[in-house]
């Protein structure tokens, strides 16, 4: 069934996004050209000449917009009493060329922080924001698997406005009525979607899945991580590389755990932070007591891909803790991203070696 | 939200970072993918690096002692005191009582105003970078007799040799390369008192008895000689080399290590048939003396294999290896005379124990910090720093890149970046004050200099010092160990909340087998003493240490040592 | 959509020291709003904070009849609970709570009641006993056992009296160790199972306490004949949000803030993660 479907030429979209932030702030994929590397992060535009929908991966995943690495819950004061103070970012916000695996997380993420409780400081930005995803005809990079674990690479539903890149121009296609708004401010920028418009996209698309380079098998291990049949030996292999940074969860997109801290300026006040925080770490579920359930990385790690892949969390949350966007195979120093951890449980070698995934550089 | 590019303040690996900013807070940070060193990775400390920014623990404002406690003041009474007591002090006992130090997280400007502080306007030549005494001149360790390491030639080489070198902890950037390479099919020989996880997939890996690397390189040294003979005929030196090499036969070297010939001569094998060896050190992990022979047999060895062989030399800081640069100080400089002593950040291990125990005799002690660290604390006038993320200025990363941090936030408020807070002090002693753009110049001039190119070959033979005697009082050695979360003094790491949720006990491992025979178990305290000093910790039993070996990472705690229950 | 990370503020009515390290607190919750619209069941617990220290989850120690005011038991062990040892009455916290699930009330109506409680446990199942003291008739037998290391770690001395005078229950306490004005029982809180008579099958048994203490509790309950979902007691864990959210507390794919702190000896056996 198609969708409402508008085609904007590429020649207008930066008008497109001018207009856009008439009405609210536009954060897209942009290059900083005083920085002496050349990455691509998503931040506000001030001019709309700065966004480049031609970018790879930002290497951090959009959920620090909404799940911010330090958010103030609240402000306190100690004066006859004590009193205290919370504020709700409702910021309008278009988030412009999002990747599909990108734009799961945040709806995995709307999940869970609706999910028994609500989270206003979440959900909240989530709600005052209007995605337009950038559906990938070619991976971004090497290291993608997003096609192993329905990550992309186009969405079904989720979004606000799906872009699809025709070359000269973008087919358009409206999800919600927030989409269809952020088209009808700028009516006169978009034409109407012909038949070989959807043609035109077939034909591109029908090639892209041959495109991605890694493999990542998760049936197997998923059975295994769910009835607990990976020998321990596994997860100590994986404690004996693991440099224990972190780094996977900061990158992944569907990484949400988290610390909250009170931080005190004076003794009469201050603020209650969260913080990001990662279950890997072994610290993380000390007790005050000093006792430790989870006293090794090994644990903690085995931890970390039973609540990522095991059936048990999947029908809590309603699918897997992986789209497949590939930034663990980046983040970590020493080769067990997921597809090397699923490989490794699925073959059940213990002297299997880790192979690394490129010879050198994903970049290059 | 704005993102900053900027460069980790940490160790020396230099991985680049964005600092988020949001309302004038640093919020969180994120990895550089396009970064040469890093490559999108960034270690915990990188990662939580932005912590400890906006701590309440942070110095806000000048600090003066009245009586036994240290009081807020205004810069203008701080700037005053510290000036007064610095020409009085002068004045009275000399430029030589004065004696200045600059941590290795120092950005190379600072560093640079520091010395003309200290050179120019106060006139004495104690002045000390990142460490109080360098095994080696900077001249001396780049004499360009053996080519540099950089991170690319890990992935490329056919052999990594890894010396003493704690693969995940100390410089995980190029340690995540060793990894990479490894699972690519590069072999990895290492030598290390502790079995570390990597030694488990080294090719060989010789556990060695602590302080023994020396002796193991004379012992590799030594079989190139009884290998190939002839080839170093006529090259400087070689007589007085293979004269001291002959005193380290397979045999004897197997027995002061304590490791089989069987391997000793695997690992030469090894070594002899690579093609592209990169030898790999972490510089300043041992005492002064021991490491200046470390590094002269390394050379060495090197200059022997010939054609392809590379030497990393891994610096702690952030911007050591820019204050080992500009060091003019080498090994033995005396303290004694000292009277007043001006501190940049703290010196740490051995180090911090030295200047802490000139307290008594000090008449002035002036600290620049972050927060109340140690040294600030027995300090006479506190000045209150910015952070890495409120000033300009450059780090020169272990393999020599300069790279720049930026201020993405002003200075937090009541703090002054350490550059502003010496070229006041030097106005405030009437001296000329160097433009921000001269000193910006200096530092491009200095550290632009190439190193001087030596093709001529020429040995060194340094004598071994010998392992730290043992005895019935004192039956273990200490040897010091990088934990990646502890960081130098861990002023910086313990503000950080993540980070000081993960180190909330500090431990020493011992040898299981021993663990046992003391009576000791799981959760126990011991109390560890050695002839310089005592500490009680938490004991843990390891399989990874061999007999008669404690590993800690009280750096300032190293040799032979006594074991007592607490 | 209410903030569910912003406490409400309550004032402290009262302290009472239960023990050298164990005080209760009486509480109120300030805004008239918030305290008529605050109810709990027994096994609930509330998030208590200090602001500028933190939070901790405690246990709400007082029955739901119970007006006016709830009650919550604290140990000092840690900056919270020590912060909150040096407030006095009149000063204020923040609550957040009731969260968490609760021990099962009318499903037990009917049944004969074991509770077995150890030191610091008792909190909690106090909740509970005077609960079901509300509604004694829909109850079966009810019998009390609970131990403490001293006489002097005994929480609520005063109303263990008042449940030892209660004809319509047995009452039995233990200590592990006695001291001069001791004349009860001497041994670990266990030794009183044997001075009882069970219906394995008729009886439903609540226990709380330190989790060595749980432990043998449970082995000599299933040794007894009691099926595992007879078998109620709680599970700790470090727990930071208390809202199913921060995955601090979780064990295996269960959250001990959302699924828990009430969990059956069944649904312990069936987890994902050792306990």
Known sequence: MQKEARIISKSHVLEWVKNLQGIGEVIGPTKDPKAPTHDYVFARLSSPEEIRLDYTHDLLPLKRFFFSPTETLLRYRYQDGVHLEAEIDETKRFFFGVRSCDMIGVRYLQNIFSANYEDPYVLKKIESATFITLACHTPPLDTCFCICIDGGPSLAEGYDIQLWDLEDRYLVEVGSEKGMAAISASEGLFKAARDQDFRDREKRQSVTDQMFKIDAYFSRSIYRVTTGKVPDEVWQELEDRCFNCGGCYYVCPMCYCFQIIDCPHSPTEGERQRIWDSCVHVGFQRETSGHNPRPKLAETIKHRYFHKISYQNFKREGRNGCVGCGRCLIACYSNIDMPSVLRKIRKDQLTMSWKGHFDGHPLK | MRNAFSTCNYCGCGCGLFLMEKDSRIIGVGPSLSHPVSQGTLCLKGWTSYQYIHSPSRLTQPLIRKGSNLKEATWEEALSAAAEGLKSARQKFGPQAIAFFGAGRATNEELLLLQYLAEEVIGTRLIFLDSLSHSLSYKDLFDGKVDQANIEDIGVSDLLVLVNSDSKEQHPAFSGQVWKALDNGTKVLSFSTRRDPLAKHSQIHLQISPFTEGALLKGLINLYFSDEASRWGTIPGVNELREMARDYSPQRVSQICGIREDDLRSAFSLLSSARAPVFIYPWGSMEATREKALIEDLKDLLMMKGEGGKLAILYPSCNSRGAHLLAKNGIGQDLSQVKVLLLLGEPYGEDRRAILSLRGRLDLLISLDLFMSPTAEAADIVFPSSSFAEKAGTFTSTEGRIQEIIPAIDPLRGTRPDAEILTSLCAQLGAKVPSWEDVRKQVSQILGTPGPRNSEMRFEAEPVPPPPELDESFPFTFVGDAVNLRWHTDTRVMKTPILARELFENYIEMNLEEFRDLGLREGMTAKFITRAGEVVAKVRPTEVLKKGTLLSSYYSLLGPVRVERA | ?275
Request: hydrophobic content about 35%.
């Open chain 3, 1 to 275: 959509m209410d903030n569910i990370y912003l406490p409400k503020i309550a004032k402290i009515l009262g302290i009472q020291t239960e023990t050298s390290d164990v005080k209760t607190f009486v509480l109120q919750l300030k805004d008239e709003g918030a305290h008529s619209a605050f109810d709990f069941k027994p096994g609930q617990f509330v998030e208590v904070g200090v602001f500028g220290v933190g939070e901790v989850p405690i246990g709400l120690s007082s029955s739901p009849f119970q007006k006016g005011s709830f009650e919550i038991a604290v140990r000092a062990v840690g900056s919270v609970t020590n912060a909150l040892h040096q407030r006095s009455p009149g000063d204020e916290v923040g609550i957040r709570g009731p969260l968490g699930n609760s021990f099962p009330f009318e499903e037990v109506m009917g049944k004969d009641i074991l509770y077995i409680g150890g030191g610091i446990g008792l909190p909690p199942l106090r909740s509970l006993i005077n609960s079901m003291f509300e509604k004694r008739q829909d109850f079966g037998k009810i019998t009390i056992l609970y131990g403490a290391r001293t006489p002097g770690d005994r929480t609520y001395k005063k109303e263990l009296a008042q449940w030892a005078a209660r004809e319509d229950i047995e009452f039995h306490e233990t200590v592990d160790v006695g001291d001069e004005s001791w004349t009860g029982n001497v041994g670990v809180v266990t030794t009183l199972l044997k001075k009882i008579k069970v219906d394995p099958i008729r009886t439903v048994a609540f226990t709380c306490g330190p989790p060595i203490m749980i432990k043998f509790v449970i082995e000599d309950l299933l040794n007894l004949g009691f099926p595992g979902e007879n078998i109620v007691t709680t599970l700790e864990r470090y727990m930071k949000c208390g809202v199913g959210k921060c995955r601090h507390c979780c064990i295996g794919h269960k959250y001990v803030c959302l699924d828990g702190p009430i969990f059956t000896y069944q649904q312990i056996s069936e987890l994902t993660e050792r306990v």
